[in-house]
T-cell receptor, first 114, second 111 residues
Framework: AQSVTQPDIHITVSEGASLELRCNYSYGATPYLFWYVQSPGQGLQLLLK??????LVQGIKGFEAEFKRSQSSFNLRKPSVHWSDAAEYFCAVGALFGNEKLTFGTGTRLTIIP | GAGVSQSPSNKVTEKGKDVELRCDPI?????LYWYRQSLGQGLEFLIYFQGNSAPDKSGLPSDRFSAERTGGSVSTLTIQRTQQEDSAVYLC?????????FGPGTRLTVL
């Protein structure tokens, strides 16, 4: 069965500091990986996705993620966070065909301090 | 263009009542998903519709939950005889090119 682990429930960083959110997955085939962001009272917005090819993927809002098959990881990074990045971040894994239902991690809540 | 819309945005109901939640997907998206987001369970898949194929209901937690999709577009999730544990945010997503676009959700509170 597929699963996603986000080991950090809550992370606090200073504005302007770098950020890395961890994600580990378990999947029986080639994974299709996503990072979503959810602001309070909002739906999920896609930040980036990994389908195949280059293991470093760029997303919106200055985010990037690196797929490491050997570590079953897909960590999200941003070189310099902004106060508006405060939100909850979800890593997810899905299939490429048929029912492409997403299996989500439990999320990491990001707090930004001045 | 218009995104996925869901209604109502909030629903408060009494235990034992039935509720209907509506999802309007993005026009032209053939696949539609329902998910539930709750404090205890996180985000979990409920049901999947693809075109005219039979839906994949494998994520529905009990037979009190059902969903339909009319004309390959609008979908309705129905919960019968609601229980307090049904309180959650119900999210709908439609898909294009392997990317799921989520609606804002319906927050259901069962008293």
């Amino acid at each position: 069965a597929q699963s996603v682990t986000q080991p950090d429930i809550h992370i606090t960083v200073s504005e302007g500091a770098s950020l890395e959110l961890r994600c580990n997955y378990s999947y029986g085939a080639t994974p299709y990986l996503f990072w979503y962001v959810q602001s309070p009272g909002q739906g999920l917005q896609l930040l980036l996705k990994y389908f195949s090819g280059d293991t470093l993927v760029q997303g919106i809002k200055g985010f990037e993620a690196e797929f490491k098959r050997s570590q079953s990881s897909f960590n999200l990074r941003k070189p310099s966070v902004h106060w508006s990045d405060a939100a909850e971040y979800f890593c997810a894994v899905g299939a490429l065909f048929g029912n492409e239902k997403l299996t989500f991690g439990t999320g990491t809540r990001l707090t930004i301090i001045p | 263009g218009a995104g996925v819309s869901q209604s109502p945005s909030n629903k408060v109901t009494e235990k034992g009542k039935d509720v209907e939640l509506r999802c309007d997907p993005i026009s032209g998206h053939t696949a539609l998903y329902w998910y539930r987001q709750s404090l205890g369970q996180g985000l979990e898949f409920l049901i999947y519709f693809q075109g005219n194929s039979a839906p994949d209901k494998s994520g529905l937690p009990s037979d009190r939950f059902s969903a339909e999709r009319t004309g390959g577009s609008v979908s309705t999730l129905t919960i019968q005889r609601t229980q307090q544990e049904d309180s959650a945010v119900y999210l709908c997503a439609s898909t294009l090119s392997h990317e799921q676009f989520f609606g804002p959700g319906t927050r259901l509170t069962v008293l």
